[in-house]
């Protein structure tokens, strides 16, 4: 009886380990098919497609698993593939309609029919070529910039192999917009389209905003170029105009300014200030509206400026705007003023020496060559005694002394 109940402890293990190893094997054996009816729709939105598909037929009547769906697609402007995992059987992505689209779509099953492991089905793939235009030159340079938050400017340049003549159209669109619309204001440059103005009230922050430049020549359409962007990251500040320095009794100064003109809240910004004290330069960036400067051996001559720009708490990236106008110490050159100096002195300088050194020789060879002139008399009327001629004694005539017998 021992060597029974002995013999079962030892077997039933090995029956348990083979009966879940061939379960294991018929789950691995197990097919799941990929999503039914893979579709790329284009409303029109410049590059916002909408991925869609079908459950598969053969899980239609699954009802003790979950399903769900996992989309990949090749993002173009990050250059990456995009995960997403959803019960969903559709989703709108963002992409370079001048480039290849990639999808791929996987089923994913899990639940009591799977022993809870989560299958994944070969994917369903879809490329789409790009379309519209023959390959060739785009637009470069283009680049885009939201001024004080108030209205946006966007430029580009001609490339210089152009087919012809040819005519450039902006159109835009984000999401709180039912179609793409056309620039609201060319900015010209002669008779070329170089850039597109948009007013605040055609502008949407933190969401896509799509743009396609589209160029068109009298012999074919040209291939067109798309971007999306987010254009609180485009913001550029104002140049701040008031400026105040303090001069501390320790020999420390204190920059104190107002914040830009515009429409960017106060509290979004961050300034960048420059110290130029006893020729030694130094920078503070700061978050408040003041920044004090340590001052060498307390150094009465010195000059500052203040730029800003939106944080990274309130954007990804941002703008520097331009600096402000140099605020100098009392008895300071501005860096402005030193440098025209500098330039006069650079200029001028040589300028007086050469001349210094060339005048006395300029003067001494005129009169050398008067001298020579006045040596021989002229041929005509020989009205005059040569004035280089030594007097020999009194009797003989005095220079430019006119004879009896020519009166």
């Avoid at 379960?23 to 991925?51: Q, W, Y």
Wanted: aromatic content about 10%.
């Amino acid at each position: 009886m021992i060597r029974v109940r002995y013999w079962t402890a030892s077997i039933l293990p090995w029956f348990l380990l083979i009966g879940n190893w061939n379960f294991c094997l018929g789950i691995n054996r197990l097919t799941i098919n990929p999503p039914a009816d893979l579709r790329i729709t284009d409303p029109g939105h410049l590059g916002r497609l909408r991925i869609g598909w079908a459950l598969p037929p053969a899980l239609k009547n699954v009802a003790r698993c979950s399903v769900r769906f996992q989309l990949q697609y090749f993002n173009t402007y990050q250059d990456r593939w995009t995960t997403i995992r959803t019960t969903h059987r559709s989703f709108h992505a963002q992409f370079d309609l001048g480039k290849e689209v990639q999808v791929k779509v996987f089923t994913l099953l899990r639940g009591p029919c799977t022993n809870n492991s989560e299958l994944l089905s070969p994917p369903a793939e879809l490329v789409l070529k790009p379309s519209g235009g023959d390959i060739g030159p785009k637009i470069a340079g283009f680049s885009c910039i939201f001024h004080r938050k108030e209205f946006m400017e966007c430029t580009w340049n001609e490339t210089g192999d152009q087919p012809g003549p040819t005519q450039t159209s902006l159109f835009y669109w984000h999401k709180n917009m039912e179609r793409a619309l056309e620039c609201p204001g060319y900015i010209f440059s002669g008779a070329e389209r170089v850039g597109c103005s948009f007013p605040l009230d055609m502008l949407l922050e933190f969401s896509d905003f799509n743009i396609c430049v589209n160029r068109s020549s009298s012999n074919r359409p040209l291939q067109p170029a798309y971007f999306s962007l987010q254009i609180q990251n485009l913001v550029k500040p104002s140049v701040i105009e008031t400026l105040k320095l303090m001069a501390h009794p320790d020999g420390n100064v204190t920059v104190e300014w107002s914040p830009p003109e515009g429409r960017i809240y106060h509290r979004c910004l961050e300034f960048e200030v420059e110290s130029l004290l006893d020729g030694i330069m130094e920078s503070c960036i700061t978050r408040e509206m003041n920044c004090t400067f340590e001052a060498p051996s307390h150094s009465e001559t010195g000059c500052f400026r203040v730029r800003s720009r939106v944080h990274m708490f309130c954007a990804d990236k941002g703008f520097w705007s331009d600096w402000s106008l140099p605020r100098c110490l009392p008895g300071s050159i501005s860096p402005d003023a030193s440098a025209l100096m500098k330039m006069l002195l650079s200029c001028v300088l040589p300028v007086a020496v050469l001349a210094l050194l060339v005048a006395p020789l300029l003067l001494w060879t005129s009169r050398k060559t008067l001298k020579k002139r006045s040596c021989f008399p002229t041929p005509e009327k020989n009205l005059f005694t040569p004035f280089c001629s030594s007097p020999a004694s009194s009797t003989e005539k005095l220079p430019f002394q006119l004879d009896k017998a020519d009166v």
